[in-house]
């Protein structure tokens, strides 16, 4: 089986994480920063790149990106909402008083 390389990067210019494989764009999660927050507005994968958990891979490292950055994660993108639903790891990204406007407040922990 062939190595494949899959990298995640910031593009502050372009207001998105990309994530690439063998240096083709496969997809971006878009995002607004605004003081100590960030907003993930869309996520979007290749269709030709489906099917391989890059959209895993790009969110989960955007909210260690946010983690380090000290940033707390408005996710309206549906995908980054239901990523932290199922990784209960990255709840605490989330403020407390905003986690039931993105229905992160359900206890739906996978332990």
């Known amino acids: 089986m062939e190595q494949t390389e899959v ?3 910031d593009d502050p210019a372009a207001s998105r994480f990309e994530i690439t494989v063998d240096g083709a ?4 999660a878009e995002y607004r920063l605004k003081g100590p927050e960030i907003s993930f507005t ?3 994968i290749d269709p030709a790149f489906e099917g391989r958990g890059l959209g895993s891979t790009l ?3 955007a909210l260690d990106a946010a983690r380090d950055a000290g940033l707390s994660v408005l996710p309206f993108c549906p995908f980054v ?15 407390a008083d905003r986690r039931a406007r993105f229905s992160l407040d359900g206890g739906e922990a996978a332990e």
């Open 7 to 9: 990298r995640v990067a």
């Open 59 to 61: 969110v989960r490292a």
């Open 81 to 95: 909402q239901r990523y932290i639903q199922r990784h209960q790891e990255y709840l605490d990204l989330v403020s």
């Open 42 to 44: 869309h996520t979007v």
């Open 25 to 28: 764009l496969a997809g971006f």
